[in-house]
């Protein structure tokens, strides 16, 4: 009973960690689709142009339709939905990925060694980094420390890329972007120019550019 209830704290809390937004690396083969997109958003502007989805044929199949207000950027509103986001247990996106972890818990002890992780060969190859405390084995709370530590790796390295790209924009280093600096820099969004500006200034700044969500 007690091995059972111990297996039992596993599904509930890991479901939170994989389930709700999981995009972590562990699980072989299932990588979340706001992973994907930051992975094309090459220039860092929050958006996908059509340039970048050239990267993922079915995306650039589906780009004109997914671009519902024909600005040529595919951005965080118009993102396809999270595939299996509403489905049941057996869902690709639900619980499937926790409930993989929770099957290598050959002699369930409610935590997964180094030898049952050699059936997931990602996790085992993250063992080390997800054993916080250097036992030998992973618990739940190891593996949501640990994807919260690689989701705050990917926010910063996408808040660095952002960076990086409005400076390049940025020509006379005021801290602003002008109408002609967006044209020149991004000139699919200078149409949508007006509607970000929301303080009418004539300039987008940092948060207008990208809105904190």
Known sequence: MVAALAVATLVAIAGTAFAAGAEDDIVAGWRGPQQRMD??????????????????????EHFDKLDRNGDGRIDAGERPARRGHHRGRGGRGGHG?????VALDDNQDGRI??????DMPRLAERFDDIDGNRDGYIVRSELRAHHERKRAERTAKAAE?????????????????SRSEVEAGMPRMAKAFAFMDENRD????????????
């Open 202 to 213: 004539g300039y987008l700044s940092r948060e207008e550019l990208h809105p904190k969500r």
């Open 161 to 177: 890329r952002r960076e990086a790209r409005f400076k390049e924009i940025d020509s006379n280093g005021d801290g602003r972007l």
């Open 97 to 101: 990925g926790m409930q993989r972890i």
């Open 39 to 60: 992975r094309l958003d090459t220039n860092g502007d929050g958006a996908i142009d059509r340039n970048e989805a050239a990267a993922a044929p079915r995306l650039a």
């Open 113 to 118: 060694s180094k030898a049952e992780a050699a």
